[in-house]
């Protein structure tokens, strides 16, 4: 039965193309994609033979990036200066459906959308919105023809709302409409099931649970559960997650109904700590860069984590008794906090 689910589901979003789906624990079917939606890589290319990540590939001549949710790919590259990251300024405009014009003579780029006008010049540290002018940190790049914008400044010009998110060691860029939340579970797995892990979530009949700094949680239609590529069930480096404070744990995972669990494996693999609740979801409390390690233990409703970089020492704090739909979120803290 689940399996006929799945294949049902597959089909649906198959003859819908331009839709994003996702199922949440409950069975309910998401739908939401933003106008622009892009996947920048923060880390270089990884061949280890053991490294098992979502987003193990090489950097290929043609970016790819999503319109409506739909795979579009181009030969502009995506630019990075003073630490904002630069693109095609007629590629993001006409993604989210505004007019855009290049008056030569002026050297002046103008773009509309409904309500929304804008317009701006190369190099210079303004941009004129609906007639009032605003400062821009960087300013507007003329390369080999094309130009560049800060993302940021594009999106919102246009009235829309743009988020970037770190996960996976990747940069998430997502240019939407005022109120959408993909910061929620439901949605930004839904973006991302139907988007970047399409493909080999789609050929494993898997459901995504959760996304982390350095692994996807999912399960397969027999409940299997999945770290990246490899099953829970067949990692011996997962173990009930004990602390130094079992009874505040025990009381805290009764009261949401879930169980704590670790993973420990040899180098080069990240550790992380994972609750699994009894209705089959799963979240991702912390987890690390390859490189990493860490220790927590948990009292009350937080989890206190010590981690260990090549930097030396950091400190987090997650609160555990959060609602359901919400990623857990590190709070960095002093060490005094612990």
């Keep these: 039965m689940k399996k006929l689910i799945w294949l049902v589901l597959t089909l649906i979003w198959a003859l819908s193309p331009t839709a994003v789906w996702a199922v949440d624990t409950n069975g309910a079917v998401v ?9 920048i890589p923060l ?64 050297q002046q780029a103008s773009l509309s959308l ?21 400062p821009l940190q960087t300013p507007p790049v003329l390369r080999n023809g094309v130009l560049y914008l800060p993302l940021r400044v594009v999106g919102e010009a246009l009235g829309k709302q743009v988020s970037w998110q770190n996960k996976l060691g990747q940069g998430l860029v997502i240019v939407c409409e005022n109120g959408a939340d993909f910061t929620s579970r439901p949605q930004l797995n839904a973006l991302l ?46 173990y009930d997650f004990v602390g130094a404070q079992p009874e505040q744990m025990a009381a ?5 109904g879930c169980r704590f669990r670790g993973y420990d494996p040899p180098a080069p693999h990240p550790e992380a ?10 979240k991702i409390i912390f987890d690390v860069p390859k490189g990493d390690s860490f220790d927590a233990y948990i009292s009350g409703d937080f989890a206190y984590i010590t981690e260990q970089t090549s930097a030396g020492e950091r400190f ?14 590190p709070e960095e803290v002093a060490a005094s906090d612990l």
């Design 43 to 106: 880390l270089p290319y990884d061949e280890h033979y053991a490294n098992d990540a979502p987003f193990n590939q090489p950097a290929e001549p043609q970016l790819t990036y999503y319109v409506k949710g739909e795979a579009r790919q181009t030969e502009q590259a995506v630019l990075l200066e003073n630490g904002q990251t630069l693109l095609p300024l007629r590629l993001v405009a006409e993604a989210c459906g505004a007019a855009v014009s290049w008056d030569a003579d002026s």
């Design 31 to 39: 739908s939401n994609a933003p106008d622009f939606f892009l996947r």
């Design 316 to 329: 987090w704090r997650v609160n555990l008794n959060v609602p359901r739909e919400q990623p857990f979120v």
């Design 252 to 256: 805290l995972a009764a009261k949401l």
């Design 193 to 238: 099931a139907q988007t970047y892990l399409a493909e080999s979530l789609n050929a494993r009949q898997g459901q995504l649970l959760d996304v982390g700094r350095a692994m996807i949680l999912w399960r397969d239609a027999d409940g299997v559960y999945y770290r990246n590529w490899i099953a829970v069930n067949e990692a011996v480096a997962w």
């Design 114 to 134: 409904g309500s929304h006008t804008a317009s701006v010049r190369p190099g210079e540290l303004t941009i004129l919105v609906n007639g009032a002018a605003k």
């Design 273 to 282: 700590l994972v609750a699994f609740y009894d209705d089959g979801d799963a």
